[in-house]
T-cell receptor, first 112, second 113 residues
Framework: GENVEQHPSTLSVQEGDSAVIKCTYS??????FPWYKQELGKGPQLIID?????GEKKDQRIAVTLNKTAKHFSLHITETQPEDSAVYFC???????????FGKGTRLSVIA | EPEVTQTPSHQVTQMGQEVILRCVPI?????FYWYRQILGQKVEFLVS????????KSEIFDDQFSVERPDGSNFTLKIRSTKLEDSAMYFC???????????FGSGTQLSVL
């Protein structure tokens, strides 16, 4: 089955700097790659996603890139703010009703 | 904005007791899921449910677990005889269709003593 690896496990950046989180996946059939943000005591919230037919997607300060050949995808947060501090999870899925497989998460700390 | 709601937010139980975790998925969604997250670890898939039956389940979802959609709005996870290692945050999730965005509830923190 699918296996998702995520790095780094922790990341500290200064406010205003960029943060990059990287994930790799094992199943070349996976075609949907969402990113979730989880704040303390809350459930994962979808922040951005990308499908395998595109290489990059942006939403304001957040962008995701996908390299299907290398089977990796990345989350980029620019101009980080303290409220970006949270745990971020990448995930991958083969289409249909198959369940999301999550990475282990990255704890991002934005230092003011 | 519609959201997945879960109750209770916290549940404390004694080992060997039965617990039922409740979820109300988003109203027009057809696919329902339970995931769990042990403290500090990744979110793990338990079970998926569609058209009133289980679609897929993980190794974690053994005979002690069951799911039910008792009416048109609720989706429940039952653990028949809880074990210490069942202590975790349990998340319900739903999506409108296959391959669509998956939305999570805020979770139920289950503590088995």
């Amino acid at each position: 089955g699918e296996n998702v690896e995520q790095h780094p496990s922790t990341l500290s950046v200064q406010e205003g700097d960029s943060a990059v989180i990287k994930c790799t996946y094992s199943d070349s059939a996976s075609n949907y790659f969402p990113w979730y943000k989880q704040e303390l005591g809350k459930g994962p919230q979808l922040i951005i996603d990308i499908r395998s037919n595109v290489g990059e997607k942006k939403d304001q300060r957040i962008a995701v890139t996908l390299n299907k050949t290398a089977k990796h995808f990345s989350l980029h947060i620019t101009e980080t703010q303290p409220e970006d501090s949270a745990v971020y999870f990448c995930a991958a899925i083969y289409s249909g009703n198959t369940p999301l497989v999550f990475g282990k998460g990255t704890r991002l700390s934005v230092i003011a | 904005e519609p959201e997945v709601t879960q109750t209770p937010s916290h549940q404390v139980t004694q080992m060997g007791q039965e617990v039922i975790l409740r979820c109300v998925p988003i109203s027009n969604h057809l696919y329902f899921y339970w995931y769990r997250q042990i403290l500090g670890q990744k979110v793990e898939f338990l079970v998926s449910f569609y058209n009133n039956e289980i679609s897929e389940k993980s190794e974690i979802f053994d005979d002690q677990f069951s799911v039910e959609r008792p009416d048109g709005s609720n989706f429940t996870l039952k653990i028949r005889s809880t074990k210490l290692e069942d202590s975790a945050m349990y998340f319900c999730a739903s999506r409108p269709g296959p391959g669509e965005k998956l939305f999570f509830g805020s979770g139920t923190q289950l503590s088995v003593l």
